[in-house]
């Protein structure tokens, strides 16, 4: 079955006892049981509910893996992984990592004993440089955020391999419709489904899906025993959100395209971080293991100022200036002072995440709108 028939069909049946096409909102806590220990497969919500059921399924068949876990957060997701390690245990992860990714290794993990460090993927020799016996998971985020840069997921996997390590791979930016991690080799690929899989900025949720039944069974039993599940409305808008993601990814590919060599060739524009133009350091890379180049990208104002950067996005109308990513609606942030403020100035500004950084989230607008958007905030600075 194709990606874009999986999208609607992957792994998605008619509700078994209606024959409801789309399958109802089980909005229960509990089951009736007929004798202690006898019911129909679900016991108590946090550990099965029906809707949510549904929506892990379609995970699973949209990331071509065995298993799908759906959690109330993308956090909450990676909070489960983190809860497969004990004191000692070390993780090596991309440096431009998601600032809430990097919050939750370092001021709270840490703290119960994961050693976590972090490196430029861009060269994967930096990798094998930490690998100890300690090590336990590779974390990768491809393309990363905000900068854009391109991680070569198969080389990854080979230092993983060779040192028997668990390779996790955030996919929330790519989307299963650009690439695929678990056909390359990785054990686990997660998703914030709070931006592309959701796609109408209207939940916040998170997946993780896996080929392997003991690493699942592990991840249940997480799931369960800490309990940070969503709840099956959100279930529900999720799955209705996945039945578009491949037409929404195709125009968010087109619009990003357009708008990233607009601004490319705009007079007031000093960088485009963006994995489609052929002179970006990880063009080839982002060729090979993605389908197309999506329609995340970010940018800075020439002459660098902080002021400039936040004229602009100030004044754009059509980009709405927030957090997230994803939706349907085109966004515009300002990483230093937005997603990445968690993450202190000296190691921001290592990565490229200046003050005068912009990042967009290239909405399926009509893209002569959003050019003529970015064209008339453009002309305040
Ligand atoms: C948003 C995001 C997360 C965190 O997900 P939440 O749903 O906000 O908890 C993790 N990784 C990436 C790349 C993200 O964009």
């Not at 119960?112 to 930490?130: C, H, P, R, W, Y």
């Not at 249940?220 to 279930?235: E, H, I, K, R, T």
């Not at 197309?292 to 970010?298: A, Q, R």
């Not at 997230?324 to 002072?337: D, F, I, R, Y």
Request: hydrophobic content about 40%; overall charge negative.
């Amino acid at each position: 079955m194709q990606f874009n028939t999986k999208t609607i069909h992957g792994n998605q049946h008619h509700d078994a006892s209606t024959g409801a096409v789309m399958p109802p909102i089980y909005q229960t806590s509990t089951y009736a049981q007929t004798s202690p220990g006898v019911h129909k497969g679900y016991e108590y919500s946090r550990t099965g509910n029906p809707t949510r059921h549904a929506l892990e399924e379609a995970f699973a068949s949209l990331e071509n893996g065995n298993y799908g876990l759906a959690f109330g957060s993308g956090l909450a997701a990676i909070d489960a992984i983190l809860k497969l390690f004990v004191p000692g245990d070390e993780i090596i992860a991309t440096n431009d990592l998601y600032g809430g990714t990097y919050r939750l290794f370092t001021k709270v993990y840490e703290k119960f004993g994961l050693v976590f460090k972090f490196v430029d993927m861009q060269n994967t020799e930096n990798i094998s440089a930490q690998v100890t016996s300690n090590t336990k998971l590779i974390w990768v985020e491809t393309p990363t955020n905000p900068m854009m840069n391109i991680i070569d997921i198969e080389a990854v996997i080979q230092i993983a391999r060779q040192n028997k390590v668990l390779l996790a791979v955030d996919n929330t930016f790519a989307t299963p419709y650009l690439q695929l991690p678990l056909d390359m080799g990785a054990d686990i690929v997660m998703h914030s489904a709070t931006k592309y899989l959701g796609g109408h900025s209207d939940v916040v949720m998170g997946a993780l899906v896996v080929k392997d039944k003991e690493l699942a069974d592990k991840l249940y039993f997480l799931q369960n025993a800490s309990g940070a599940v969503c709840g099956p409305m959100d279930s529900f808008l999720v799955l209705r959100g996945l039945k578009t993601l491949h037409v929404r990814m195709q125009r968010h590919c087109e619009n990003g395209a357009q708008v990233a060599v607009y601004l490319k060739n705009h007079p007031k524009i000093d960088k485009v971080y963006w994995p489609g133009f052929e002179n970006h350091p990880n063009h080839e890379i982002a060729r090979r293991q993605m389908k197309d180049f999506g329609g995340m990208m970010s940018f800075t104002v020439k002459g660098n100022h902080k002021a400039d950067a936040i004229t602009v996005v100030e004044n754009l109308k059509l980009f709405t200036l927030a957090e997230s990513l994803g939706g349907v609606e085109s966004l515009c942030g300002h990483p230093a002072t937005m997603t990445h403020a968690s993450i202190p100035k000296e190691e921001r500004e290592k990565t490229g995440v200046t003050d005068s950084l912009i990042r967009l989230s290239v909405g399926i607008e009509d893209v002569g709108d959003l050019i003529e958007d970015l064209r008339l905030a453009l002309l305040h600075v």
